[in-house]
């Protein structure tokens, strides 16, 4: 099955497609995970973005798309892949639609104005790539999952994330319109609990 996880910044697209891609045995795709991998490793691609990302702002989509091209024609993708932060453009989706057409987008629906504090909340492992929130882990600073360090993502500040949802409102969300009139959209609330949102895609998946 091939998947698209949809959602603004914040909303548990990451959290979600980690346990939805374990579940299925399918392959996650995060777009941002590989960026940030090209930046720590500071390679070519990672010296060029690492100013937009930490800005907020989208990635040029000709690299992007190649990327994500290039990664889905691996062979772990065979089985199916969850795409977790691709597509974030109209453009992104009609080329994804000349490579591989996804059966099923599922969208992660949260108001806007509870992204901030989820976000800015936000602790990251450099090792597992998880996420967790200090309202849950407090201070701690070794990943609860595998005792990674964790870390404060360099986008995850007050000034980035507004801007990283105004790109949000003003790309991505078009894409909801996009998959719906094509009959692929499911819309989750996830505004509850990591477990209710994980049930209630599982569910959409059977
Ligand atoms: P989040 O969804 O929490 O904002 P991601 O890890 O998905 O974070 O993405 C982090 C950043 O990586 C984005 O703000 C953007 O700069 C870049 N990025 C990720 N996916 C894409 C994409 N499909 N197109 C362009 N830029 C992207
Ligand atoms: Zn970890």
Redesign the pocket.
């Known amino acids: 099955m091939k998947i698209i996880l949809l959602?603004?910044?914040?909303?548990g697209?990451?959290t979600q497609a980690a346990l939805v891609s374990e579940q299925l045995k399918v392959a996650h795709i995060?777009?941002?995970?590989i960026?940030?991998d090209n930046i720590q490793r500071k390679t070519p691609i990672g010296l060029k973005?690492k100013s937009?990302?930490d800005g907020?702002?989208?990635?040029?989509?000709e690299l992007?798309i190649e990327i994500?091209k290039q990664r889905l024609s691996e062979p772990d993708c065979k089985n199916g892949y969850l795409l977790?932060?691709?597509?974030?453009?109209i453009a992104?989706a009609v080329a994804l639609d000349e490579f591989a057409v996804p059966d099923k987008v599922i969208e992660l629906a949260i108001p806007l104005y509870k992204i901030e504090r989820r976000?800015t909340g936000r602790r990251s492992c450099a090792k597992c790539k998880n996420s967790f929130h200090i309202d849950f882990i407090g201070d701690r600073k070794d990943c609860p999952n595998c005792g990674g360090e964790l870390f404060i993502r360099e986008?995850d500040n007050p000034t980035s994330v507004k801007e990283?949802l105004a790109?949000y409102k003003a790309q991505t969300e078009p894409l909801i319109e996009y998959y719906e009139s094509q009959g692929k959209l499911f819309p989750i609330d996830a505004d509850c609990s990591i477990e209710k949102v994980f049930d209630a895609i599982v569910k959409v998946l059977k």
């Open positions: 959602g603004a910044p914040g909303s697209k990451g995060s777009t941002g995970d960026f940030r973005i937009i990302i907020g702002d989208l990635c040029p989509d992007t994500v977790d932060g691709f597509p974030r453009n992104q976000i986008d990283r790109v």
